[in-house]
């Protein structure tokens, strides 16, 4: 494309990460003309770096819509995956067998029991376990502990074969992704379009298009005032583990995991570092979650190490994700925000921003909206 080539509007989705694949995908399979804008590699930003955890139980304190929204997302998984598994050949290895939440000592023992009153009459299958009874789910745990919460029903996936097939599936239905393609503005036009402007100084028009640019969202200039998405480091690391000696995803205090892959590597991690949009891995970084696990899993630390890496996280201001139309620019929607639970929330994101952007109404998503943080009214703009 030229400079200041307009193209026939189609639903431009800007980011290449699992929101953005995701959500083209959902777009594309109810029919709609979608094209992918991607700035450098497909799920480079977070999705490459993501440990892959569908845990929602442990990833808020409180009942309420964003546990209903990673409920739902996870109750998604199992028909999204097969979905891709027939659509491409292209196993993401899904494993919903179980998530462990351990106490290593009996005064951490209250947090895991203020956890199971509110948590239990929402899914009756957690439990509280004693060390020997969560040793026998998860033989690693060898060190000394109090207890463990065990969530049955979680687990993980492996994020970047997940990406991989998302692609795949994407491919087949001819969605182009355009790479090397950054945007920097996008306007609404008189007649209805949005013109996406990238540094190159191409314009695409639209007949709408998606934010899910991850911890780059921010930097889009748009209507109205911008949404806010803070980078969060995340320090990420993997060794190699003989046979099967892993099984369950560990959490463990004050916010460190394991989870064993079925390609025989077990993800250790991981930092939060608000340090801008940069990465880094540093020895003290990976301290921070490697001692807290040396008492509990001991073998762990005695494995080859085979990779360290790490991603940006894209945090909202209270968060929380950040779903929904912009009202200062109709047609514009953001799939933005997803910390901590990208890989978890993407079946449900992308549902629920085909719904958005078909005019279907996404009860769901309501607490989600954009408009949340204060931002003014659209008769304030024109
Ligand atoms: N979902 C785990 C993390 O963001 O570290």
Redesign the pocket.
Known sequence: MTQGQSRQAEILVVGGGIIGCATALALARRGHTVRILERAEPGGLATHA??G?LGPMNETDRPGPFLDLMRQSLALYPDFVSGLIEETGLSPDLALDGILAVAPRASDRALLERRLAWQRPIDPSVTLLSAPEARALEPSLTGDFDSALWYPKEGHVFAPRLIKALLGALSRRSVPLEQGVTVSRIERNPSGTLSVTDQAGNVREAQAVVLAAGAALSAIDIPGPPVRIHPVN?QILAVRSPGSFYRRVVFYPPHG?FVPKKDGTVVI??TEERIGARTRVTPAGLLEFLAPLAPIAPEILGHPLHHTWSGL?PCSEDALPVLGPLAACPGLFVAGGHY??GILLAPVTGEILADMVTGLATPMARAFSPERFGRPSPEQFF
Do not use: K, L, S, T
Request: no cysteine; glycine share 20%; proline share 0%.
């Open positions: 993501a440990a955890i995340g995991y991690g991981a996280r901590r639970n």
